[in-house]
């Protein structure tokens, strides 16, 4: 009787074991699916986004170095200028994305 009560024990043991595995991993995989069908998809993950689409409108008389480097990988810090960072998200997705180059003409 106790013998049972061992196997019992040992058997419910490993299926709680089991179940909490199964209950862990179904979770991951439905982080790792929100993350990527959510947040990846988006080019833009902090600027303005209270507006539904966001546009930056610069004169050329206003240019006031010979060229200006305008962010295009929507990390930089100093939006909607280039300060580098597509370097770091270059490094990071191989990714190739570099600023738009605006040169002044005189």
């Given at each position: 009787?106790?013998?049972?009560?061992?196997?019992?024990?040992?058997t419910?043991?490993?299926?709680?074991?089991?179940?909490?595995?199964?209950?862990?991993?179904?979770a991951?995989?439905?982080?790792v699916?929100?993350f990527?069908l959510?947040?990846?998809?988006?080019i833009?993950?902090?600027?303005?986004?209270?507006?539904?689409?966001?546009?930056?409108?610069?004169?050329?008389?206003?240019?006031?170095?010979?060229?200006?480097a305008y962010c295009?990988?929507?990390?930089?810090?100093?939006?909607?200028?280039?300060?580098?960072?597509?370097?770091?998200?270059?490094?990071l997705?191989?990714?190739?994305?570099?600023p738009?180059?605006?040169n002044?003409?005189?």
């Amino acid at each position: 009787s106790n013998e049972y009560k061992s196997y019992l024990r040992i058997t419910m043991d490993s299926n709680v074991v089991q179940q909490v595995a199964i209950c862990a991993a179904s979770a991951l995989a439905g982080a790792v699916l929100t993350f990527f069908l959510t947040s990846r998809g988006r080019i833009n993950r902090s600027i303005e986004k209270e507006k539904s689409k966001v546009c930056h409108n610069v004169d050329i008389e206003d240019l006031n170095k010979g060229t200006t480097a305008y962010c295009r990988c929507w990390k930089s810090s100093k939006f909607p200028y280039c300060d580098g960072s597509h370097s770091k998200f270059n490094n990071l997705t191989g990714d190739n994305v570099g600023p738009l180059l605006v040169n002044k003409k005189n």
